[in-house]
T-cell receptor, first 111, second 113 residues
């Protein structure tokens, strides 16, 4: 079973920041938080990951709370192409690993 | 740099038949994982191959089997197809620990009639 909880759906206006929350209250000290997204009929796409520090790349920012029990993915200037299902996953980077997907958040960017 | 390549993109099979799906990993990756995604659901882990051996397996029956070749490419075989096997089958390549992320292919859409 997935170890994360996400809202089923969210809406955001084009050009605004999209903030996607994720709860992972049972995360252990050596588990990373990963975010993937899946645009309709395509394979999931890696966005960003982090352990405890906030992370930023060309796609998004990841804010992890100090207690690591939740995180927020931020798309700073959402475009229509960001409409997708976003998955938050916790994962240990050690040995053979697999991604355990939950239901994800269906993000719709509105014009 | 080619990413993950899956073939075929679409496939229609009859119940009871057998199917083979193929995956070529991203250059530099040595591990291949397979996922099944039913309509409206998140992907479900089937199994993972590294060094030509199955390293992990999800909750799938023995009808699902796989293989990894010396060039790291992989096949997923499903025997005795059921209507419920209709799904998008995704291949993901990575390094074993996944520490640099997983790269997914666009998938094979299998329809069993």
């Amino acid at each position: 079973d997935a170890k994360t909880t996400q809202p089923t759906s969210m809406d955001c206006a084009e050009g605004r920041a999209a903030n996607l929350p994720c709860n992972h209250s049972t995360i252990s000290g050596n588990e990373y938080v990963y975010w993937y997204r899946q645009i309709h009929s395509q394979g999931p796409q890696y966005i960003i990951h982090g352990l405890k520090n906030n992370e930023t790349n060309e796609m998004a920012s990841l804010i992890i709370t100090e207690d690591r029990k939740s995180s927020t993915l931020i798309l700073p200037h959402a475009t229509l192409r960001d409409t997708a299902v976003y998955y938050c996953i916790v994962l240990i980077i050690q040995g053979a690993q697999k991604l355990v997907f939950g239901q994800g958040t269906r993000l719709t960017i509105n014009p | 740099d080619a990413g993950v390549t899956q073939s075929p993109t679409h496939l229609i099979k009859t119940r009871g038949q057998q199917v083979t799906l193929r995956c070529s990993p991203k250059s530099g990756h040595d591990t291949v994982s397979w996922y099944q995604q039913a309509l409206g659901q998140g992907p479900q882990f089937i199994f993972q191959y590294y060094e030509e051996e199955e390293r992990q397996r999800g909750n799938f029956p023995d009808r699902f089997s796989g293989h990894q070749f010396p060039n790291y490419s992989s096949e997923l075989n499903v025997n005795a197809l059921l209507l419920g096997d209709s799904a998008l089958y995704l291949c993901a390549s990575s390094l074993l620990t996944g520490s640099y992320g997983y790269t997914f292919g666009s998938g094979t859409r299998l329809t069993v009639v």
